[in-house]
């Protein structure tokens, strides 16, 4: 299972000199205690998560607090993705088979009773608009954009 660890970051710079690479720490630079960082279950980082908390803590975009309460939600989303086995990077070319989209799915489905109520408006209303109406055009675009949520939440859902 995925966790966060809180690191002690001490920045470096890299230089090559002659095909040699060396690091050497940058005393001008802020060193941050306790950066928040994602590691997958086999201990490797997530990369691209973690880049992305340092940066906004170095670069002074979100407080260490707001990036360690960011890298939680990502947490989730990490262990979402380990426990059936997807790959963040990947996008099918169904948009149903999206890991991020099957992840909403799974708060989404909590909305089902406010999409019945807003189905059963629509229905309403379609009734009595005129064929051809903005109104009408509106309400069926409306009514295409809740059978295509039932249609996602459906597929996520009966795996």
Request: glycine share 6%.
């Given at each position: 299972?995925?966790t966060?660890?809180h ?8 230089s ?34 973690n ?5 906004r ?8 607090k ?16 380990e ?9 099918p ?6 890991c991020l989209?099957?992840?909403?799915v799974l708060?989404d ?12 408006v ?8 005129q ?7 509106s ?21």
């Amino acid at each position: 299972m995925p966790t966060v660890e809180h690191i002690h970051f001490s920045p470096h710079d890299l230089s090559v000199k002659d095909r040699l690479i060396t690091y050497s720490l940058n005393s001008s630079r802020v060193v941050i205690e306790g950066l928040p960082q994602i590691f997958w279950e086999d201990g490797l980082p997530w990369r691209e998560a973690n880049l992305w908390a340092m940066e906004r803590v170095t670069n002074g975009e979100a407080l260490l607090k707001t990036v360690s309460s960011n890298l939680n939600g990502l947490l989730n989303y990490a262990k979402f993705l380990e426990s059936r086995g997807l790959q963040w990077f990947e996008f099918p070319s169904r948009k149903a088979d999206r890991c991020l989209v099957q992840y909403r799915v799974l708060y989404d489905s909590e909305r089902l009773g406010t999409v019945d109520d807003l189905e059963h408006v629509l229905k309403e209303r379609l009734a009595i608009a005129q064929d051809g109406s903005p109104l009408m055009e509106s309400l069926m675009a409306q009514q295409r954009s809740v059978e295509s949520f039932r249609r996602v939440v459906g597929s996520v859902n009966e795996r």
